[in-house]
């Protein structure tokens, strides 16, 4: 009996309802272990207590929390590639198999990356999450094939918090996509995802997020890429399902020498708002970091891209980049684009950001439709121009044509 | 001649300013005509009015091409008819490649009204075929095909990446704006040799350009000065060597003193 779940045997009614010590019990139940029983009340009871954040941007006002019900029946994530994986000595298994072999490594880095009582809807996940996804991958082992994590919210569940962990030790290589879909649903639908990625020193992660959910599910998430000594990353994220999504993530350049090249894709359309708040921050010495992203609003669709540029104060020289650009392909779409630089150091080798806003280019269209194509098609060729330099960060060519054609048929 | 394209009393503004004058111009079939002038004498204007750029507007005239008055036809439907304009200012488009570029513009060309485009569509193979032997043809390496159009491209790659597409859409009117400008004498010839390639009995070639230099490798039979937004002189080949030697100055002179 998974823990966490209204089946027949202990009804949890909806978050409204839900009280700390059913939490508790529920936890102890499951036989997990003290400290993550301890970090769900924790949890819980912040979330109660807690005032929703002012996300001026982000529409959740018809987003009824208390009402909803937590998943009965929650998938357990599809992993591709564990077989592989293992052979190598590496574990991509569901976060809750995990727990019973790995509760010690898991409660090291677990709310490390992603701080449980940042805001209420962190607590609401790290209360609440029922399965997810661990992958270690042991130091100088080098995985070949991207991994693979696809998460579902079945049909006819309400809420679900899928939690991603992921460590990666020294020296190590690995590629892993994950992915997040839902079913059509009568009624509002919330999932509310999780992601920490701890990357040693020396190693290298490519790691693509792909939201695609449906257009009634509230997409909630928090992301944090911790990278350690000379540890580097190549981070894709896209933006494209859901009704409202609100996706908090940071790069942490924690350790010297640690680089982070990020791209990433909004894509808004129809009544859409998806927001998306991506952190540089900046801790250790001669940290390099990019940020490429790319929006597209078309319809009544509202992106909102909030990066920052965080450059703490032990860190030193510095070099970062921010940049943001965004097409409007019909006049009542709508992108908000409000790129921040917070340095608390005077030693910084370099920082800068740019953002451009506008429609698609009239000489680029006309030069195409010069050589016979029609604006729509031309439209359509630059539309995916533009989303390229993201679509080719993503590591695995079936995932890329998946998601390039996803977009090309909603221009 | 059906296939000639004829340029009548053709009046441009642009951005609410008269640039073309009343233009009147014939190109034969089978023939090269270079339209000479010194810069802002509105030769580009020419080129986009007859393209169908939208910032050009025609405000009188006509331009006949095999039958059609083509401002009436949007400039993709120009292109199909067999129109091309080799771009003084080829357009940069990140993360287009060459090769889908090109292979979206053969479709377009290859598409039927109410057949199913995927019918028309060119076959990979075929389409490889043609673009690599076009390559070769003008110098390019394979890899050119995978760049993004005209980004971070020199001019002379640029000029050459015009010329393929030339090449790859067979089109029987090409208009080439200075397409020598920013090459080298080297890539000079090799876009020549590109471009007399392709000429035959039934293509027209309007050249324009600010320097006879590109005329000593592709040979025009007539060659017009346009000045201030008027065709003001017309010869043979003898007078584009004559504004080689004496400069535009002294047609201006000229026209002035006849308008006086
Ligand atoms: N897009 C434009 N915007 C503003 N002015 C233009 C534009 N295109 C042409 N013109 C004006 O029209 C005149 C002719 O320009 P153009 O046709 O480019 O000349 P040429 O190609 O002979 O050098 C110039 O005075 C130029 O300033
Ligand atoms: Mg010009």
Redesign the interface.
Known sequence: MAVLTNGSTSPLGTLGTLSVAQVLEHSQAANEPAWLTEMRGAAWSAFQQMEAPKWRRTRLDELHLETLQLAAHPHAPELLGADKAAEQGAIFVPLRDALTTHADLIGSKMGQGVPPLANRYSALRAALWQNGTFLYVPRNVELEAPLHIRYTLPAGEQAHFPYTLVIVEANARVSLIEEHISVESATATLTGATTELFIGAGAAIRYASIQQQNRTTYHIGGQVITLDRDASGEWVSFGLGGKVQHIEAEARMQGDGSRIEWHGATFATEQQNLVIVPWLRHIGTATESHLDFKTVVADQGYSVFDGMIKIEHDSHATSTRLEEHAIHLTPNSRSDSIPGLMIDTNDVAKAGHASTSGQVDEEQIFYMQARGINPADAKRLIVMGFFETALSAIPHEITREQVAAHIEGRI | MPNELHIKDLRVEVKGQEILKGVNLTIQPGTVHAVMGPNGSGKSTLAYAI?????YVVTGGEVIYKGENILEL???E???LGI??A?QY??A????TVA??LR??LN??RAQPNVDPKETAIPMAQFRKQIKAAMQDLSMDDGFARR??NEGFSGGEKKRLEIL?MSM?QPSMAVMDETDSGLDIDALRVVSEGVNRLLNPDMGVLVITHYQRLLNYIKPQFVSVMMEGRIVRSGGPELALELEERGYDWIKEEVVGSLN
């Open positions: 393209a169908g750029h939208p910032n949007d400039p993709a120009r292109s199909k091309f304009l771009f080829p357009v488009v990140p993360g287009v889908n570029f979206a513009a377009a060309h993004y159009l597409q859409l």
